[in-house]
């Protein structure tokens, strides 16, 4: 054990251990509402609630994620990526226990606020965190990790739903955080967050901690602490100035890229799956003496969660590209094999497993591939100079597509009047932003962060670089 202590991997693990469990239980987060609302619309239900309000239940965890991301991008530059995983866990459980002793619906509102405000205060810093503190060889699995963690906080949620009530899984999940956020304690801060606050002796510390003193490290670190030096002494910018630095080819092309992933990624459909499981489920014809729902919610949810373990496998064997292209083409094939399927047999198919052979698909392709490569891409693509800024504005379109496709999910199957419609769009859209994302995404996979940054340089600023140099 004290061997395993003085490893480089194994401090990085170590690290990457807080955000990755905390993630876990923002992905309980956005299950939550699965199990919340079958519950609350029983007949002996103290709480009573509508169509309505179900659909605000359902999206009010999302709403204030949009926001809170940009908050998080903000705050992580001030009070660290550490700090900010630590201080974004008293909102978190603060609303998981308004839900757990909640006396009316109002008080389960506000605690879904709070629960997705966190949500969204952790979307930029987690990815950057674990970037910023691992070796670029194991950078891209310990990211797709705390993708892991959500679908395993997805799972989790729905399986203590399924026997235990709602109030007890609130406050199940409510009291994960607390040993989390004291274990974070022991954790060091991000060198480059350290760097950029001028504490140049602690980010070496930090850095020889998590990474070793190998002559590749020392390189490394000296680059970051230069490339911090330049930002530092370079003349401070003006409003104006830093909105027209906006036309940077190193800020605005990771920007779009990583915007069109993520809103790929959300448009799969995935979240709508993880908030109407039990719906879409029935929609599709498993329900009744056909097929137990809850059952097949349980056995979708451990097949997106083996999927997540999967994906730790292909970062490792795939390029970012072509792991993309796998889960993209992936989904959207699935999805029009499905709606084909239920076209043919309408609302009571012959064969029930399948649809739940094609929904389990689905979700596989999701899991092993746009949903952790929009982070783990997220976590390396920025340039130091914007990285704060490109995490909030990115995090900020992926919570929003994430609220628009919840928010839209009950209003697209009452216009369609049925799932076939609605599968539809997202498969369409999905195969749009993959064809997309093919033409123009960068490989990022195993390159140090200042080698990304160099990329999105044109090939004429190239050569003046390396002529001053």
Same mark, same amino acid.
Request: aromatic share 12%; net charge positive; proline share 5%.
């Given at each position: 054990?004290?061997?395993?202590?003085?490893?480089?991997?194994?401090?990085?693990?170590?690290?990457?251990?807080?955000?990755?469990?905390?993630?876990?239980?923002?992905?309980?987060?956005?299950?939550?509402?699965?199990?919340?609302?079958?519950?609350?619309?029983?007949?002996?239900?103290?709480?009573?609630?509508?169509?309505?309000?179900?659909?605000?239940?359902?999206?009010?965890?999302?709403?204030?994620?949009?926001?809170?991301?940009?908050?998080?991008?903000?705050?992580?530059?001030?009070?660290?990526?550490?700090?900010?995983?630590?201080?974004?866990?008293?909102?978190?459980?603060?609303?998981?226990?308004?839900?757990?002793?909640?006396?009316?619906?109002?008080?389960?509102?506000?605690?879904?606020?709070?629960?997705?405000?966190?949500?969204?205060?952790?979307?930029?810093?987690?990815?950057?965190?674990?970037?910023?503190?691992?070796?670029?060889?194991?950078?891209?699995?310990?990211?797709?990790?705390?993708?892991?963690?959500?679908?395993?906080?997805?799972?989790?949620?729905?399986?203590?739903?399924?026997?235990?009530?709602?109030?007890?899984?609130?406050?199940?999940?409510?009291?994960?955080?607390?040993?989390?956020?004291?274990?974070?304690?022991?954790?060091?801060?991000?060198?480059?967050?350290?760097?950029?606050?001028?504490?140049?002796?602690?980010?070496?510390?930090?850095? +020889?901690?998590?990474?070793?003193?190998?002559?590749?490290?020392?390189?490394?670190?000296?680059?970051?602490?230069?490339?911090?030096?330049?930002?530092?002494?370079?003349?401070?910018?003006?409003?104006?100035?830093?909105?027209?630095?906006?036309?940077?080819?190193?800020?605005?092309?990771?920007?779009?890229?990583?915007?069109?992933?993520?809103?790929?990624?959300?448009?799969?459909?995935?979240?709508?799956?993880?908030?109407?499981?039990?719906?879409?489920?029935?929609?599709?014809?498993?329900?009744?003496?056909?097929?137990?729902?809850?059952?097949?919610?349980?056995?979708?949810?451990?097949?997106?969660?083996?999927?997540?373990?999967?994906?730790?496998?292909?970062?490792?064997?795939?390029?970012?590209?072509?792991?993309?292209?796998?889960?993209?083409?992936?989904?959207?094939?699935?999805?029009?094999?499905?709606?084909?399927?239920?076209?043919?047999?309408?609302?009571?198919?012959?064969?029930?497993?399948?649809?739940?052979?094609?929904?389990?698909?689905?979700?596989?392709?999701?899991?092993?591939?746009?949903?952790?490569?929009?982070?783990?891409?997220?976590?390396?693509?920025?340039?130091?100079?914007?990285?704060?800024?490109?995490?909030?504005?990115?995090?900020?379109?992926? +919570?929003?597509?994430?609220?628009?496709?919840?928010?839209?999910?009950?209003?697209?199957?009452?216009?369609?009047?049925?799932?076939?419609?609605?599968?539809?769009?997202?498969?369409?859209?999905?195969?749009?932003?993959?064809?997309?994302?093919?033409?123009?995404?960068?490989?990022?996979?195993?390159?140090?962060?200042?080698?990304?940054?160099?990329?999105?340089?044109?090939?004429?600023?190239?050569?003046?670089?390396?002529?001053?140099?």
């Amino acid at each position: 054990m004290f061997n395993l202590l003085s490893e480089p991997w194994f401090k990085q693990i170590l690290v990457a251990i807080g955000p990755i469990a905390i993630t876990g239980v923002l992905g309980m987060t956005e299950g939550y509402s699965a199990i919340l609302l079958p519950q609350l619309q029983e007949k002996n239900s103290t709480i009573k609630i509508n169509t309505q309000l179900s659909s605000l239940i359902a999206s009010m965890s999302a709403l204030p994620m949009a926001g809170g991301c940009i908050l998080g991008g903000y705050f992580m530059g001030i009070i660290g990526r550490k700090g900010i995983h630590i201080w974004s866990c008293v909102p978190l459980v603060l609303g998981w226990l308004l839900i757990a002793f909640a006396p009316n619906v109002v008080f389960i509102l506000v605690g879904r606020f709070l629960t997705g405000l966190s949500d969204g205060l952790l979307g930029p810093p987690t990815g950057v965190y674990i970037a910023e503190t691992s070796h670029p060889s194991s950078r891209g699995v310990l990211i797709v990790l705390a993708c892991v963690s959500t679908t395993s906080g997805l799972f989790a949620v729905h399986l203590l739903g399924t026997f235990f009530t709602w109030r007890v899984t609130a406050l199940i999940s409510g009291l994960i955080p607390v040993p989390l956020v004291i274990f974070m304690f022991f954790m060091p801060e991000s060198p480059t967050y350290l760097a950029k606050r001028g504490r140049l002796e602690e980010a070496t510390k930090a850095f +020889y901690w998590c990474r070793g003193e190998s002559t590749q490290s020392q390189i490394e670190l000296k680059e970051l602490i230069e490339r911090q030096k330049n930002i530092d002494e370079a003349p401070k910018l003006s409003l104006v100035t830093q909105i027209r630095n906006i036309r940077d080819p190193k800020f605005w092309k990771p920007t779009i890229m990583i915007s069109i992933l993520f809103f790929t990624s959300q448009i799969t459909g995935n979240n709508a799956m993880a908030s109407y499981s039990i719906k879409i489920i029935q929609e599709c014809g498993l329900k009744g003496e056909v097929f137990d729902e809850y059952l097949a919610m349980v056995v979708m949810d451990s097949f997106r969660t083996l999927a997540s373990v999967i994906s730790c496998v292909l970062v490792f064997k795939l390029t970012r590209r072509n792991l993309m292209k796998l889960g993209g083409f992936g989904v959207s094939t699935s999805l029009f094999l499905l709606i084909s399927y239920l076209f043919i047999q309408g609302t009571t198919p012959d064969s029930p497993m399948i649809v739940l052979g094609l929904l389990m698909t689905y979700v596989f392709f999701i899991a092993v591939g746009l949903m952790p490569l929009s982070w783990t891409m997220m976590g390396e693509i920025f340039p130091l100079a914007y990285r704060g800024l490109g995490t909030a504005i990115t995090s900020f379109v992926c +919570y929003a597509s994430l609220y628009s496709v919840v928010q839209t999910f009950p209003f697209l199957f009452e216009y369609f009047g049925n799932m076939k419609g609605v599968l539809a769009v997202y498969g369409v859209c999905t195969l749009c932003g993959t064809v997309l994302l093919t033409l123009f995404l960068p490989e990022t996979k195993d390159k140090p962060l200042h080698e990304i940054e160099d990329s999105f340089v044109s090939n004429k600023c190239k050569k003046e670089i390396h002529i001053q140099k």
